[in-house]
């Protein structure tokens, strides 16, 4: 997600083109309504809890929460991308709030909205040079 531990935060190329190449293949058959809206989205990769999730970098909280409540599409996508079929299938949803700057994020797992400060996901080494 966006934050101070981007190397370059106006060059998203990268997870734009993790976005686009997960929205063609994997939501080919999707409704057109949720392309469109996740092509407004970036996508990434993370860890907490020691397992992988799948994050939904969302531009404002109507994208984040009209996708919090069609989950149903996002459910194999963790193996989609990593081909472990035990890597579950959660996902965050997340926005940034347009007064606080905090990252809000609907979680999968738990059903519930919490601010990305509260989940306490460990830093991942190997991200950004480390």
């Not at 058959?29 to 970036?42: D, G, K």
């Not at 999730?53 to 194999?76: D, I, M, W, Y």
């Amino acid at each position: 997600m966006s934050d101070l531990d981007a190397p370059d935060l106006e060059n998203r190329s990268l997870e734009q083109a993790l976005t686009n190449k997960i929205i063609d293949g994997y939501f080919d058959s999707s409704e057109s309504w949720l392309r469109a809206i996740l092509r407004m989205c970036f996508f990434s990769l993370t860890h907490l809890d020691g397992l992988p999730v799948f994050v939904v970098e969302c531009p404002n909280q109507a994208v984040a929460k009209r996708l919090s409540r069609k989950t149903f599409p996002f459910r194999g996508i963790l193996y989609y991308l990593t081909d472990d079929f035990s890597a579950g299938s959660r996902s965050l949803f997340c926005y940034r709030g347009a007064k606080d700057g905090i990252w809000y994020c609907f979680d999968t797992r738990t059903s519930q909205w919490t601010s990305l400060a509260n989940l306490q996901a460990p830093r991942i080494h190997g991200d950004f040079g480390d």
